[in-house]
């Protein structure tokens, strides 16, 4: 059974880069047939899709975050990355992986989700 | 890219049928069959429930539905029960590997 796992720091400073990394056990990103995305949830607020990725490398991001969003895999490890740069409080978060399939991205497996708080 | 459009709560005693809107545009609902619903309880990752419209993941109560007409997905929940009481969100594929998700309609069982 797939599980996945968000890591990283829970405080980030205000213009710094949020760097998260979604752990996956009971499968494996290369296995070619899903994406791989993150989704955040601000407190109390709804979910908001940021981005994807295939395991080959192909990503694909949310317009409004696409100039400070990077998604990266390193298949070697299982693992797959959020960096999204010049952090403001706004982006205080919950911030999920999940795996979606190829045909309609219907996000089936979701990790428990981590939440990063951007303050000084 | 705009976030779809759900009513911020709905209700039902417990037995009834409620009924939750998910309104977008020709670009994504519209567009594609590929509307899927979650549950989401407090401090809990949201739980797919319906996807590509209609269809329900193993393990959904058949309770759970959803239909779509134009740009207006909906989920419907029948025989209402406690366990229901949740967050729910719509999302719909936007072409090219983009996702739009609904604002979340918190469902109340009285």
């Known amino acids: 059974q797939l599980q996945l796992q968000e890591s990283g720091p829970g405080l980030v400073k205000p213009s710094e880069t949020l760097s998260l990394t979604c752990t996956a056990s009971g499968g494996s990103f290369s296995s070619g047939t899903y994406y791989w995305g993150w989704i955040r949830q601000p407190p109390g607020k709804g979910l908001e899709w940021i981005g994807s990725?295939?395991?080959?490398?192909?990503?694909y991001y949310n317009p409004s975050l696409k100039s400070r969003v990077t998604i990266s895999v390193d298949t070697s490890k299982n693992q797959f990355s959020l960096k999204l740069s010049s952090v403001t409080a706004a982006d205080t978060a919950v911030y999920y992986c999940?795996?979606?399939?190829?045909?309609?991205?219907?996000?089936?497996?979701w990790g428990q989700g981590t939440l990063v708080t951007v303050s000084s | 890219q705009s976030a779809l459009t759900q009513p911020p709560s709905a209700s039902g005693s417990p037995g009834q049928s409620v009924t939750i809107s998910c309104t977008g545009t020709s670009n994504d609902v519209g567009r594609y069959n590929y509307v899927s619903w979650y549950q989401q309880h407090p401090g809990k990752a949201p739980k797919l429930m319906i996807y590509e419209v209609t269809k329900r993941p193993s393990g959904v109560p058949d309770r759970f539905s959803g239909s779509k007409s134009g740009n207006t997905a909906s989920l419907t929940v029948s025989d209402l029960q406690a366990e229901d009481e949740a967050d729910y969100y719509c999302?719909?594929?936007?072409?090219?590997?983009?996702?739009?998700f609904g604002g979340g309609t918190k469902l109340t069982v009285l």
């Open positions: 999940a795996r979606h399939s190829m045909v309609g991205a219907n996000f089936d497996h």
């Open positions: 990725m295939y395991y080959s490398g192909d990503t």
């Open positions: 999302s719909s594929y936007a072409g090219t590997i983009q996702v739009v």
